[in-house]
Nanobody
Framework: QVQVVESGGGLVEAGGSLRLSCIVSGLLLDDYTMAWFRQGPGKPREGVSFMTSRGRTTYYLDSVRGRFTISRDNAKNTVYLQMSSLKPEDTAMYYC???????????????????????????WGQGTQVTVSS
């Protein structure tokens, strides 16, 4: 049975840092693109970052680029999102998701908006809440 479990969320002051972790069981991470999405109050879910199965390609939402870093350790079945210089607008429920590489766009395709590809992700965690105070 596939399980995706996020952790590491919490309440922090603006300018602070958090590291989110996503532990996956029941599937081989070598075969999946992994991503982080978030959903703020009253807003639709949006794509924050992804890393392809072997870590050769990464993507960041414009508003988090330079502040967030995605990483993965396939041997540990774990994906991370290091978040620094947090802002109140980063407040959201953060979700970890996995997309089979067989469904992922061809290498020549440039993804400019991860949110548009949300339907490709087959497995989702329950989320971890990040709240940034001003």
């Amino acid at each position: 049975q596939v399980q995706v479990v996020e952790s590491g969320g919490g309440l922090v002051e603006a300018g602070g840092s958090l590291r989110l972790s996503c532990i996956v069981s029941g599937l081989l991470l070598d075969d999946y693109t992994m991503a982080w999405f978030r959903q703020g109050p009253g807003k639709p879910r949006e794509g924050v970052s992804f890393m392809t199965s072997r870590g050769r390609t990464t993507y960041y939402l414009d508003s988090v680029r330079g502040r967030f870093t995605i990483s993965r350790d396939n041997a540990k079945n774990t994906v991370y999102l290091q978040m620094s210089s947090l802002k109140p607008e980063d407040t959201a429920m953060y979700y970890c998701a996995a997309a089979p590489i067989i469904l992922w766009p061809e290498e020549a395709t440039t993804i400019t908006n991860l949110t548009e590809w949300i339907g490709v992700f087959s497995y989702w965690g329950q989320g971890t809440q990040v709240t940034v105070s001003s």
